[in-house]
Each structure stands twice: as structure tokens, then as C-alpha cells.
């Protein structure tokens, strides 16, 4: 795996302050000359659960702000620190930290060993195998202050380093999840990691490329340790022990019902942010309302007129995505199917009736049983063939996956399983099962999607209840069932696609309202152009950037809401 883009300018991306990583981890050692300050058990947040060795020979102290552990030469047993306390981190994730080297005069392969698992405990032993999902050894030349790492695969197996001198930032990066991760480095180059792979900066180096991890089917990972082993006699300091989560990708349009009991709320003509552009019926028999924060649709039995809501205000969705919502049915004593069609395609207006085939790229019905609450799906092809889902009951997330990209993309279930779809193809989930694979769409012509439609049919007699519409990209690393939060209050996305010529839309959510400055920069700091500055209410946006007459290269976007900031890497590529 190769940089796809080598930029002549480095900047470093892979830090806890790149825009949307958390760092749920994050321990310096500035605030005590007390080794026992750092841990506790169990551990408090930012803490150890212990520090410790087994026996003399080992010196455990705090020096200059670094953690330093002294080996004597011929010490012949252990010593460690780990977190045994879970960690919450996501499928995509890095650990970093700071190390030097010194006292080496003999060349030695695993002075100590770094392992990330789950179900650790505060020994002085190796973890279980089976608990451990990826290890790193750090090995010293007969060069003092020279140090490299060698990451492991299964046993004993898998890459040795170089070696590097004096104080190092080491960055570890680790994919659990079934997708392709693709990340920016220290480097500003922008690198690919698959499913079950790890990575190994050293400094501003790619050291150790695509390794395999030691346990691929090992999910669940929160715990590490770091475990020193017999005869060194060299003294390792540490600092700025850090586990960044590396981020999913926010919506590019997100309703939920929540926030007012007025239906009108919900829509205006050429919608806003996370808005409907039309809720609306053609006549008598429909009656639409907001109860305990959804959208209910009742419709009499013999109502012969249409109702429906549309966007049709262009949302900005990328070539594959998942459109996902909240769906309960009720008063169903008959079986029907079509009681309502979702239609997703571009060039659609706010009426009532179906928009010309020609533009709808994919269609999904919605069919009742006999069994009052029972529904399924009808994943349509072209015309009225398709795929008949089984029936469901109950409230349930009903995740459509579709793919206009032009290759197969992989993604992870709601279920946390790894899940192919073709291209011109769509999944439907219905809660954590696939009830409809790989269906082909109904115009695999069409592209440029930005609209959809949901119409409802005549003589049903049955109540409908909506909640929570995302459509999501399915960029690399992304899974249909991520949770999208944010500590500062918004999240600010990928722009994509990246990198851009010219043109490219950068998505950010903001979960409460505020003054938001959004603003594009050069490498020099110099301000490019300011592309939002004003009050917004919460809502999923989706401003363009056109880069047309700017040379290529490396843009800085930062979005600010109140006092907090983030911001993301964009390359320009002519």
C-alpha cells in the first residue's frame, strides 16, 4: 500500500485533533513526580490500572514529565503497565505514543511487548493469545538510542523495522472493521488499511505497511498492556500514551421529529438543512401529525387519494450510502403490497404522484401481512419485479444500502458482519438482518442522485409512524450502524470526493445551534475563502468548495461552533 497522493508540504493528520477522531484515552505524564498518580484500580478515566514490577532490578519513575522504566543488565524478571479498564473504542482506531531509547549496547529483538485485546487482567504475564488482537515488540541495535519495532502477525511472525534514533512518536494504526480504512498520515499522504491489518509510524515514516493482525476474528478491543522482559538493561521513557478513534462519517441529511409537534416544522419549500421540501396529501382520508416524536400517517380504508413527503431539494449523497428510518405499521387486518413506495433517483418535485421512471434509480415498497403490525419490504428491480422481503413486526430500522460507485464496495452490517454490494445493486436490512441482497436497481444508467420520494397509495386503512431519516455515506471504514456523536457539539465530515478537482462538498451535523464559521485555508495560514459565517440552527449541511483557479495542493477547512473547532485535510489534485 502506497501514498495515493505525496504531498510536498507534510502535515499531520494522524493526532487526537484531527476533526471527528475522539480520544476516549490520553494519559501525559506532567502532573506528578508520583508513579502511583497514574494508576488506580481500577482506573480511573486517563489512568492505568497498574504499573508495576515483579521484582528488584527495575526502576519505575517520573522524569522530565516521561514515565521512565530502567532495566538493570541481567534482571531476570517482569514488568508492565496496562489498561485493563475498557477503552471505548470504535473499529478504526490508533495508538500513539512517545518513546526514547537509551543504554543499549548490544542489539536485541523484544525489549518489551505492546498488546491491545480484550479481557486483560493487572499480571505480570502475557495476556491470553486468544485475547490478544495485535502485538508490536520494540527491538534496540547494539547503537545506543537506536530502537525499531517489529510488528507481529500470528507467533512469531511479521515485519521488522528499521531503526531510528533519539525521541520518537510512534503511531499504531489498527483496522477491526470489514472495510477498507483510509487515513491521512503524518506524512499528508493519504494511505489504505484493510480489514484485520495494522500500520506502523515511526516518526513521519511508514514503517511497517499492511501487516496482519495476530487474531482477525477478535472484535471488541479496549484493553492493552506493556510488558518488559528479562536482561535488557536499557531505561525506555514513554509519554503522551494516547488512543484515538479515527472517525466515522456524519450524514448528509438527518430528520428526526423530535423537536416540535407541528408537522410544518418539518418542511419548507426549497428545504433547509435536514428538512422535507413538501408533507403533504391530495385530499380527504389522511391525516398526518408528530405524536411522541414521529411522523404518523393514518389513512382510511377507502381513501383513494395519494400523500406523501419529498426532498427534492438536491441532497448531497455520494455514489454509495445508506438511507435508513425508523418504521412502525399498525392497523393492518388484510394483506397488501405497495402501501407506500420510496423512490430515490434526481430531478423530482413536490406533487403527489409517482416521479417519471427515467429518474428514479431505485425504488423500495413497503407490503403489510394479514397480521396486524407485520410488514415487509419490496425491493424492486425495474418494473414491478424485484425482491419480496419476509415480514417483520414491531418497530424496526429499516437500512437500504445502494452502490452508483462502479465497483463493489464492502461495508459492515448492523449485525457487525462484512457485506458486499455490487455495483447498480441495493441491501435492504430490516433491524440486523439482510432481507433483501445484492437486487438490481431499477435505472443503473442513472447517476448524480440527490432526491427522494415516499408515496403512499389508496385504500390501505393502516397508520404509518417515521422516525429518524439519515442518508449516510458509505465512505471506507464506515459501518451502517456507527453511532455519529460528537463532544464539541458537531462533526465535521470528510469532504469528499478526495482528493477533489474542483469542486467538493464538505458535510458537517451540528447538534445544537450556534455561530458557525466555516472557513478554507492554505499551508501558509492565509484565509482562501470563507464559506459559512452565521447562526444555524442544529441540522445536517452540505456547503460546496470550488477550487477553480487555485494551484493543487493541500487546503485546511476548519469549522468552529462556539469556542470549539475542528478540522480536516483536503487535496487538490488538477
Same mark, same amino acid.
Not at 285 to 292: P, Q
Not at 478 to 481: F, L, Y
Given at each position: 500500500?502506497?501514498?495515493?497522493?505525496?504531498?510536498?508540504?507534510?502535515?499531520?493528520?494522524?493526532?487526537?485533533?484531527?476533526?471527528?477522531?475522539?480520544? @476516549?484515552?490520553?494519559?501525559?505524564?506532567?502532573?506528578?513526580?508520583?508513579? !502511583?498518580?497514574?494508576? #488506580?484500580?481500577? /482506573?480511573? =478515566?486517563?489512568?492505568?490500572?497498574?504499573?508495576?514490577?515483579?521484582?528488584?532490578?527495575?526502576?519505575?519513575?517520573?522524569?522530565?514529565?516521561?514515565?521512565?522504566?530502567?532495566?538493570?543488565?541481567?534482571?531476570?524478571?517482569f514488568a508492565?503497565?496496562?489498561?485493563?479498564?475498557?477503552i471505548?473504542?470504535t473499529?478504526?482506531?490508533?495508538?500513539?505514543?512517545?518513546?526514547?531509547?537509551?543504554?543499549n549496547?548490544?542489539?536485541?529483538?523484544?525489549?518489551?511487548?505492546i498488546?491491545?485485546?480484550n479481557?486483560?487482567?493487572?499480571?505480570?504475564?502475557?495476556p491470553?493469545?486468544?485475547?490478544?488482537?495485535?502485538?508490536?515488540?520494540?527491538?534496540?541495535?547494539?547503537?545506543?538510542?537506536?530502537?525499531?519495532?517489529?510488528?507481529?502477525? /500470528?507467533?512469531?511472525?511479521?515485519?521488522?523495522?528499521?531503526f531510528?534514533?533519539?525521541?520518537?512518536?510512534?503511531?499504531?494504526?489498527?483496522?477491526?472493521?470489514?472495510?477498507?480504512?483510509?487515513?491521512?498520515?503524518?506524512?499528508?499522504?493519504?494511505?489504505?488499511?484493510?480489514?484485520?491489518?495494522?500500520?506502523?509510524?515511526?516518526?513521519?515514516?511508514?514503517?511497517?505497511?499492511?501487516?496482519?493482525?495476530?487474531?482477525?476474528?477478535?472484535?471488541?478491543?479496549s484493553?492493552?498492556?506493556?510488558?518488559?522482559y528479562?536482561?535488557?538493561?536499557?531505561?525506555?521513557?514513554?509519554?503522551?500514551?494516547?488512543?484515538?478513534n479515527?472517525? @466515522?462519517?456524519?450524514?448528509?441529511?438527518?430528520?428526526?421529529?423530535?423537536?416540535?409537534?407541528?408537522?410544518? #416544522?418539518?418542511?419548507?419549500v426549497?428545504?433547509? @438543512?435536514?428538512?422535507?421540501d413538501?408533507?403533504?396529501?391530495?385530499? /380527504?382520508?389522511?391525516?398526518?401529525?408528530?405524536?411522541?416524536g414521529?411522523?404518523?400517517?393514518?389513512?382510511?380504508?377507502?381513501?383513494?387519494?395519494?400523500?406523501?413527503?419529498?426532498?427534492s431539494?438536491?441532497?448531497?449523497?455520494?455514489?454509495?450510502?445508506?438511507?435508513?428510518?425508523?418504521?412502525?405499521?399498525?392497523?393492518?387486518?388484510?394483506?397488501?403490497?405497495?402501501?407506500f413506495l420510496?423512490?430515490?433517483?434526481?430531478?423530482?418535485?413536490?406533487?403527489?404522484?409517482?416521479?417519471?421512471?427515467?429518474n428514479?434509480? /431505485?425504488?423500495?415498497?413497503v407490503?403489510?401481512?394479514d397480521?396486524?403490525?407485520?410488514?415487509?419490504?419490496?425491493?424492486?428491480?425495474?418494473?414491478?419485479a424485484?425482491v419480496?422481503? #419476509?415480514f417483520?413486526?414491531?418497530?424496526?430500522?429499516?437500512?437500504w444500502?445502494?452502490?452508483?460507485t462502479?465497483e463493489?464496495?464492502?461495508y459492515?452490517? =448492523?449485525d457487525?458482519?462484512? $457485506?458486499?454490494?455490487?455495483?447498480d445493486?441495493?441491501?435492504?436490512?430490516?433491524?440486523n438482518?439482510?432481507?433483501?441482497?445484492?437486487?438490481?436497481?431499477a435505472?443503473?444508467?442513472?447517476?448524480n442522485?440527490?432526491?427522494?420520494?415516499?408515496?403512499?397509495?389508496?385504500? @390501505?386503512?393502516?397508520?404509518?409512524?417515521?422516525? $429518524?431519516?439519515?442518508?449516510?455515506?458509505?465512505q471506507?471504514g464506515?459501518?451502517?450502524?456507527d453511532?455519529?456523536?460528537? #463532544?464539541?457539539?458537531?462533526?465535521?465530515?470528510q469532504?469528499?470526493?478526495?482528493p477533489?478537482?474542483?469542486?467538493?462538498?464538505?458535510?458537517?451535523?451540528?447538534d445544537?445551534a450556534g455561530?458557525?464559521?466555516m472557513t478554507?485555508?492554505?499551508?501558509?495560514?492565509?484565509?482562501?475563502?470563507?464559506?459559512?459565517?452565521?447562526i444555524?440552527?442544529a441540522?445536517?449541511?452540505?456547503? !460546496?468548495?470550488?477550487?477553480?483557479?487555485?494551484?493543487?495542493?493541500?487546503?485546511?477547512?476548519?469549522?468552529?461552533?462556539?469556542?470549539?473547532?475542528?478540522?480536516?485535510?483536503?487535496?487538490l489534485?488538477?
Open positions: 500500500m502506497t501514498s495515493r497522493y505525496l504531498p510536498i508540504v507534510s502535515v499531520l493528520l494522524l493526532t487526537g485533533t484531527t476533526a471527528l477522531a475522539q480520544t @476516549p484515552f490520553k494519559l501525559d505524564f506532567n502532573q506528578s513526580a508520583d508513579v !502511583s498518580a497514574y494508576w #488506580a484500580t481500577p /482506573a480511573g =478515566p486517563n489512568q492505568l490500572d497498574t504499573i508495576a514490577s515483579e521484582g528488584s532490578g527495575t526502576a519505575i519513575s517520573i522524569d522530565g514529565g516521561e514515565l521512565m522504566v530502567a532495566r538493570d543488565q541481567f534482571v531476570s524478571n508492565a503497565f496496562s489498561r485493563s479498564t475498557d471505548a473504542l473499529e478504526t482506531f490508533m495508538f500513539s505514543f512517545d518513546l526514547t531509547v537509551s543504554g549496547t548490544g542489539a536485541m529483538d523484544k525489549t518489551f511487548l498488546s491491545l485485546g479481557g486483560f487482567i493487572n499480571d505480570l504475564n502475557n491470553p493469545s486468544a485475547n490478544r488482537y495485535a502485538r508490536l515488540g520494540v527491538n534496540v541495535s547494539d547503537v545506543n538510542g537506536e530502537f525499531g519495532i517489529w510488528a507481529y502477525t /500470528a507467533g512469531t511472525a511479521g515485519v521488522k523495522t528499521a531510528f534514533t533519539g525521541k520518537q512518536t510512534v503511531r499504531w494504526v489498527l483496522n477491526n472493521s470489514a472495510t477498507t480504512l483510509t487515513y491521512l498520515g503524518p506524512d499528508g499522504g493519504t494511505y489504505t488499511l484493510a480489514s484485520d491489518k495494522h500500520d506502523v509510524w515511526i516518526g513521519n515514516t511508514l514503517a511497517a505497511d499492511e501487516v496482519d493482525v495476530a487474531a482477525p476474528g477478535l472484535t471488541g478491543i484493553d492493552f498492556k506493556v510488558l518488559f528479562d536482561d535488557p538493561g536499557y531505561t525506555f521513557r514513554f509519554d503522551n500514551l494516547t488512543f484515538t479515527l472517525p @466515522p462519517v456524519p450524514p448528509v441529511f438527518s430528520q428526526s421529529f423530535s423537536g416540535s409537534a407541528d408537522v410544518d #416544522a418539518y418542511w419548507s426549497g428545504a433547509g @438543512p435536514g428538512l422535507f413538501s408533507i403533504a396529501t391530495e385530499g /380527504a382520508g389522511t391525516t398526518l401529525s408528530i405524536d411522541n414521529e411522523l404518523v400517517v393514518a389513512r382510511d380504508q377507502f381513501v383513494s387519494s395519494f400523500a406523501g413527503f419529498t426532498r431539494t438536491d441532497v448531497p449523497m455520494t455514489d454509495a450510502f445508506v438511507f435508513s428510518f425508523d418504521l412502525t405499521v399498525s392497523g393492518n387486518t388484510g394483506a397488501m403490497d405497495k402501501t420510496l423512490s430515490l433517483g434526481n430531478g423530482f418535485i413536490n406533487d403527489l404522484n409517482n416521479p417519471p421512471s427515467a428514479r434509480y /431505485a425504488r423500495l415498497g407490503n403489510v401481512s397480521v396486524n403490525g407485520e410488514f415487509g419490504i419490496w425491493a424492486y428491480t425495474a418494473g414491478t424485484g419480496k422481503t #419476509a417483520f413486526s414491531g418497530k424496526q430500522t429499516v437500512r444500502v445502494l452502490n452508483n462502479g463493489t464496495v464492502t459492515r452490517g =448492523p457487525g458482519s462484512s $457485506n458486499t454490494v455490487g455495483n445493486k441495493h441491501d435492504v436490512w430490516i433491524g438482518t439482510l432481507a433483501a441482497d445484492e437486487v438490481d436497481v435505472a443503473p444508467a442513472l447517476t442522485l440527490t432526491d427522494f420520494k415516499v408515496l403512499f397509495y389508496d385504500d @390501505p386503512g393502516y397508520t404509518f409512524r417515521f422516525d $429518524n431519516f439519515d442518508i449516510t455515506p458509505l471506507v464506515t459501518s451502517v450502524s453511532e455519529k456523536q460528537a #463532544a464539541d457539539g458537531f462533526v465535521l465530515g469532504n469528499y470526493p478526495n477533489f478537482n474542483p469542486v467538493t462538498v464538505i458535510p458537517y451535523r451540528l445544537q455561530q458557525v464559521t478554507v485555508y492554505n499551508l501558509l495560514g492565509q484565509t482562501v475563502t470563507t464559506l459559512v459565517n452565521a444555524q440552527p441540522g445536517s449541511y452540505a456547503p !460546496s468548495f470550488d477550487a477553480t483557479g487555485l494551484s493543487s495542493g493541500i487546503y485546511l477547512v476548519r469549522l468552529q461552533l462556539g469556542s470549539a473547532v475542528q478540522t480536516r485535510v483536503m487535496i489534485n488538477k
